[in-house]
C-alpha cells in the first residue's frame, strides 16, 4: 500500500506565488516518475510538469518560466514552485508518481488533490 499526500494549496492574488509538496508513502523500493497535473472547473485534466529519477524535467508551455518542478529523493517527495500565478492557474492540483513497490511491479499512484485559487 502507498499513499501520496498533497499540501500547500491556497488563495493567493494574481502574481503571488504557492509552493505545493506532495509526500509517498508506504511499501516503496523506488519512484522512477513524478508529475503535476492540473484540473479546472469544467476542462479535463491536463499535464503541468514532469521529473524522472535522473532529475530530468518537462513544463507544459502554459507554465514554462513560471513554474519549477523538483524532488527530493530521500525524502521521496515532489514539488511545485508556482510563481506569477495567473487566474487561469486556478485549478485542483494533483501528483502522480510511478512506484515499484518492495514485492516487485510498478504501479501509478494519484494524490488526492489540493485546490488552488488565483484572484484577480
Known amino acids: 500500500q502507498v499513499q501520496l499526500v498533497e499540501s500547500g494549496g491556497g488563495l493567493v492574488q494574481a502574481g503571488g506565488s504557492l509552493r505545493l509538496s506532495c509526500s509517498a508513502s508506504g511499501s516503496i523500493f523506488s519512484i522512477n516518475y513524478m508529475g503535476w497535473f492540473r484540473q479546472a472547473p469544467g476542462k479535463q485534466r491536463e499535464l503541468v510538469a514532469t521529473i524522472t529519477s535522473d532529475g530530468s524535467t518537462n513544463y507544459a508551455d502554459f507554465v514554462k518560466g513560471r513554474f519549477t518542478i523538483s524532488r527530493d529523493n530521500a525524502k521521496n517527495t515532489v514539488y511545485l514552485q508556482m510563481n506569477s500565478l495567473k487566474s487561469e492557474d486556478t485549478a485542483v492540483y494533483y501528483c502522480?508518481?510511478?512506484?515499484?513497490?518492495?514485492?516487485?511491479?510498478?504501479?501509478?499512484?494519484w494524490g488526492q488533490g489540493t485546490q488552488v485559487t488565483v484572484s484577480s
Open positions: 502522480k508518481m510511478h512506484i515499484s513497490g518492495l514485492a516487485g511491479g510498478l504501479r501509478l499512484y
